[in-house]
Structure formats: C-alpha cells, structure tokens
C-alpha cells in the first residue's frame, strides 16, 4: 500500500488512500483487493463507527503450527497482522485501540519463548515509532500499559522513548497491554486510591466506581465498546474485565489472529451500526 | 466432568424471569451434578424474593425429581450473608446476583482495605491481587467456571468483573430464548474445553 503525505494545514486527517494505480501492473490480484477493501472501509465509515475497540490477538503459535513454521515465526506473523488491523480500524475513525500482546501469565511460558517474544517485541516498538507508516500517517500516540516492573530495564527504556516520541500525537490511542491482567491492572487502581486516602487527599467515603476507574489505565481512553478475541476460544483470560463487563459487545472469533481479516471485522462492525441505530 | 463445574447462568433482558424457569433451571443443574448455579439479574429484583423463590425451587424439584428415591436439596441465597451449616450441606446452591455485586462490590473491598491501611494493619503496598482475590473470599461465589448466555449477543450487564477471569462463556448467536437446549450445548462444549485442556 503506497502512503501520502497530506499537509497538516487541512483539517483533522483520516488519509485513506484509493490504492495506487500501478500496483495494478504488478499485482493486480493485490489490487483488486485493496481496492475492495477500500471500498468496504468507505461504506462503513457512512455509520456509526466505535470509540474504542480492544483485540486479544490469539493463536499465533497454533497458527505457526497450522503452517508450519516455528513459533517465533508466527508471533513476527501476529506483529504484522497488528499493524494491519490497527490501519483499518484507524481508517474507519476508531480513536483507540488496545490490543491484549502479552500476559503476566505468558511469563510461565519456556523461558527461550518469552525471550524470543521480549526481543521482538522491542524491535517492533522501535520499528512503530521510527518507521512505521501507519503510526505517522494517523499520528499514534503508542502507549505500553501494565506492570511495567516486571520487565528488565532496556525495554523499560524503550517504552519510554516510544511514549516520549509519539506524545504529541494526539489523533489516535494504540494501547499496548504488556505485561498485563486486568486483575492487576483493579488492583493497582486500589493501591492507588488507598494511597490517596492514605494521604488525606480523599476521604474514604469518598471512594467510588468513578475514582477506581480513573486510576485504571485506561482512564484517559473513551469507553471500550467491543472486544474481539480470536482463535475461538470464549474466555477475556483476564484481559479489560472492568471495561468490557457493560456496555460493550463481545465477540469472539473462529481463527487464529494472523489469520483475521477485514471480512472478519465486517459483520462484528455492521452489527454494531445495526444496535447503535436501533437504540 | 460436570460434577465439579459451577456453571453461571445469566438471563439477559430478553427473557421474562420467572419463578417457573429458575425452579427449571436449578433442576437442570443439580441433575448435571453442577455445586453452584450463580443467577445474574442486573436489577436486584430476583435477591428482593429470595423466600418466594425457595418455595417455588423447592415445588419444581419434587415434580423434577418424582421417580428418584431422594429429591435434592436446593438451596436458594444472596451473594454475601453468613453462610450456615445447612448451606454446605445442600446440593446445589442457587446465588442470586445482581449489579451491585459487581463494580459496587469491588468499591466496598477498596473501602475496606482502605480503612485497614489507615488504621495501620495493612502496608497500601500489600495491596496485591492476592490479598483482592481474599476479601472476596467471604462469599461462596467464586470465579465460575462457565457462563450460560441465554441472550443473542455478548453483552455482560455489568456481571461481576473480578469473578470473570478466566470463565467460559457460552452464547448460542441469535437464540432469543430460555431452553434446555442451550443449557445442553453448553455442558457440552464445556467437556470439550475441558478436554483439550488436558492435552
């Protein structure tokens, strides 16, 4: 897909670009594709589009298994279906994205795996920030959210420089939840709100689902609105349980994450200008 | 497989929630061997009824159970009062939740660990999921295995959130309405995670 560049002067920009041409030439099975999906992404856009949408992006290493390849493979193939996604769901309006990329559990994996997966996950925070077309063209604001004291300290910094280089951006919200369960995200918002009380800042009668949910990290996001998960299995393992339990549609899907695609997306988001029109 | 499993079961909006379906339901449980059937009901208005609805379980299972030597005990309950002797002896109690239960609840275990704090007891950095996961202990409903959606879509109504972890849950797309059959399919699927699990 060719990329361009609009100038800041015109108003609020959600580029989406009629595919090139030429491509045409070279891969016109790729063409006829891009051109469908752009069009599917203008009709859509005619109705109401979410705020937030969050995806646990499941199945990479069954798919890896599915095709054939090694683990590691499927989790680069899981990164670069990430960028995919984020770039319709940001082509059709959505302000937020948070995507479920790696559990405090999935620590109790083999050590070499969650190696594997903390190195590529550096590269691609690096490769977001600096290189990425998608982040540049909707202006992301990348944030990794959790507890980041169990990582080690090169990727705490990376973190930073990735919050510190998009912070200005101020169109589009991609969350990264990384290490992350929602337990100890609640968790962390208690502590937080007992600290307060503790400080005096708030009386303890003070406390309500409104301040919990302003120490959540999530506080600056508009509300989730649907959750998708992948690989068919139909559980949140923990993933946005505060944010997902009202008010938002919940699907789940029968592939495996690098398998997700546009038409996958479609009927979850035509269903949801179907409810928003009803109500 | 099912003898061990708690299953939930959540009645969306759709359906009309009647003493008739309750009773049918909690039927349906205990014969499965389920321990603990959970009844989510946003408003509270199923935990403002909670004698009548013994009385009408109780009713169902003597017609339920009529050719089987011994009928049940099914033991109908709010989430949070001081559980008794007969409780644990029952064979399937019925927790009637409600929103309150959710959110509010998690506002009261903050209250409360807030006052620990200040009273000195509790260190705020003790504060962890653990010591969370304890103060909801006090109550005999714990994360569920699995939760029955008998509504068309996914849609929790503010169901408890910290008791949601890792629950399945179960819908079946466009069903609109109360029916074994989708209990069925649900016991069903759940003895095949349960399976794959194991592999």
């Known amino acids: 897909m060719t990329i361009t560049f609009e100038s800041h002067t015109s108003e609020p920009k959600r580029p989406t670009s009629f595919p090139q041409i030429s491509l045409l030439f070279t891969s016109p099975i790729s063409y006829f594709t891009s051109v469908l999906r752009y069009l599917l992404i203008q009709i859509l856009k005619q109705g109401p589009v979410p705020q937030h949408v969050g995806f646990v992006m499941d199945g990479n290493r069954r798919f890896a298994k599915k095709i054939n390849v090694q683990t590691g493979e499927g989790h680069y193939l899981g990164f670069k279906k990430l960028e995919e996604t984020l770039d319709i769901c940001l082509q059709l309006g959505i302000k937020v994205v948070t995507v479920y990329a790696f559990s405090i559990e999935n620590f109790k994996r083999p050590k070499e795996e969650v190696q594997a997966l903390m190195e590529l996950g550096k590269a691609k925070l690096i490769e977001l920030c600096e290189h990425s077309d998608v982040v540049r063209k909707f202006g992301v604001r990348v944030r990794v959210i959790g507890n980041e004291s169990l990582l080690s300290s090169d990727l705490r910094d990376i973190i930073n420089k990735t919050k510190e280089t998009t912070k200005d951006n101020y169109e589009a919200i991609l969350n990264i939840c990384c290490p992350y369960t929602s337990r100890d995200e609640i968790a962390s918002s208690i502590r937080g709100v007992v600290n307060k009380a503790q400080q005096g800042e708030i009386q303890i009668s003070d406390i309500t689902e409104n301040i919990l949910e302003d120490n959540l990290y999530t506080s600056e996001c508009p509300p989730l609105e649907i959750l998708i998960r992948t690989s068919g299995e139909i559980r949140l393992s923990d993933f946005l349980l505060w944010q997902s339990h009202q008010n938002c549609s919940i699907r789940f899907v029968d592939c495996y994450w690098p398998e997700f695609s546009i038409w996958d997306m479609l009927p979850i988001f035509l269903e949801y200008q179907q409810n928003r029109q009803r109500k | ?199």
């Open chain 2, 1 to 199: 497989m099912a003898l061990k499993a708690r299953c939930e079961h959540n009645i969306g909006e759709q359906v009309e929630i009647g003493y008739r379906e309750i009773g049918k339901l909690a039927c349906w449980a205990a014969s499965a061997g389920i321990k603990v059937l959970s009844i989510y009901e946003p408003e509270g208005k199923l935990k403002r009824i909670v004698q009548q609805l013994q009385h009408h379980v109780d009713a169902e299972a003597r017609r339920f159970f009529a050719r089987e030597g011994n009928i049940p005990i099914l033991r109908v309950s709010v989430v949070y009062n001081s559980s008794s002797m007969e409780d644990i002896q029952a064979d399937l109690q019925i927790i009637l939740l409600s929103r309150s239960d959710g959110r509010g609840r998690i506002v009261e275990v903050t209250k409360s660990l807030a006052s620990e704090t200040l009273q000195g007891n509790l260190q705020s950095d003790a504060i962890d999921v653990e010591r969370i996961d304890q103060a909801f202990s006090d109550s005999h409903f714990t994360e569920p295995q699995q939760l029955i959606m008998f509504s068309p879509e996914i849609d929790l109504q503010g169901f408890p959130p910290w008791q949601l972890r890792l629950t399945e849950i179960f819908h079946v797309a466009g069903n609109k309405h109360f029916d074994y059959s989708v209990f069925r399919k649900a016991l069903i699927k759940y003895a095949k995670i349960d399976k794959r699990f194991g592999r």
